[in-house]
């Protein structure tokens, strides 16, 4: 309450002055303007929405206060008091002398407050109208844009993106492919898989390093019984976008298992691991060798945390000590284990590389930034 009254006092302040300007011309000893004083009552009696009413009457839409309703409107919204801001705006829009700009400023800000509220077709609408008015209004397609992700809407999507690409030059692949994504899991769920593999190749089409379509790509293969063509598949993931490379190793161990091909498969992961080392690979070549060379296995993943060093390699590695390990050891080592299980188990997996963001699953969108495709693996000590 008391940071809306110190927000309206400089409202109120301007507002006497203009009711006092305006009065001297008429008479230059006439009191100030009634309303004035009635405001001042409102807010000195905590009466805020009371205020705002006598404030947006006092404050008559002219070439000398129509700034100050905007600024006013804005303020309620930073402070997340959209409804006054809503009202602020709708008596903007509804006053007949606001010049062209005036208007389609009034449009926008009224189109920010709806979807500041999440009253997104009230947003979407007047979004729409204000893009009736300018075909080149970037910025309310760049806010479209977003209500459309909100929606789930990607058709309409995908025709604004493309839109703005030819409007302002800036590249939408990277969008516009998730949408295609987006499109794909969707006929995945219907089991309509050719529609499915339809609107993977667009997206690959237009992002031919989409890591996001190869691994939808193949996991629709593999569920078409196509086991051979899903591992092509996951391997190009590695050679077109390496930053996604961990995600692909569950299920090429998977489809190499269903396949009896683990000989390939470990010769596949041991080559990765000079070019492009992941935790995962070590992990799974250790479990290979287990059931080969206890030793040799254990040497092998130690020898890789001294060159590549991983929390989680370190906590494989603990738990193939604790194998062999004395009854003294074992004590000390379940210790170690525990306090690396929390640390892991606290630690974040994935990090946006835009905004900072991070979490245990991998967002294709940010939720945070809004940016599509910054959120990946993280790699080194606590990562990959």
Known sequence: MLELLLLLLPVAASSGWLAAKQHYHKEKNAPLHKHYFTGLNFLLNEQPDKAVEVFIKLLEVNTDTVEMHFALGNL?????????SIRIHQNLIARPQLSKTQRSQALHALAKDYLSAGVLDRSERLFLDALEENNHDIESMYYLLDIYQQEKNWEQAI???????????????????????????????????????????RAINIDKKSARALLIKAKIEDNLGNHEQAIEILKKIKEDNADYFSESIPSLISYHHHLQTEKELYSFLEKSIENCPRISSAIALTTHLQTQDFQKAKQFLAAYLKQHPSLRGLFHLIEL???????????????????????????PTYLCHQCGFSGKTLLWLCPSCKQWNTTKPILGLEGE
């Open 76 to 84: 309620f919204r930073k402070k997340g008091e959209v409804e006054r």
């Open 159 to 201: 025709e604004l993106a493309q839109k703005i690409q030819s409007s302002t030059g800036k590249s939408k692949h990277i969008e516009i492919a998730h949408y295609y994504c987006e499109l794909a899991e969707k006929k995945i769920q219907s089991n309509e898989l050719g529609a499915a593999k339809l609107f993977l190749k």
């Open 321 to 347: 000590q604790f194998n062999i390990a004395t009854a003294l050891e074992k004590e000390n080592l379940q210790l170690l284990h525990l306090l690396l299980k929390q640390l892991l188990t606290k630690s």
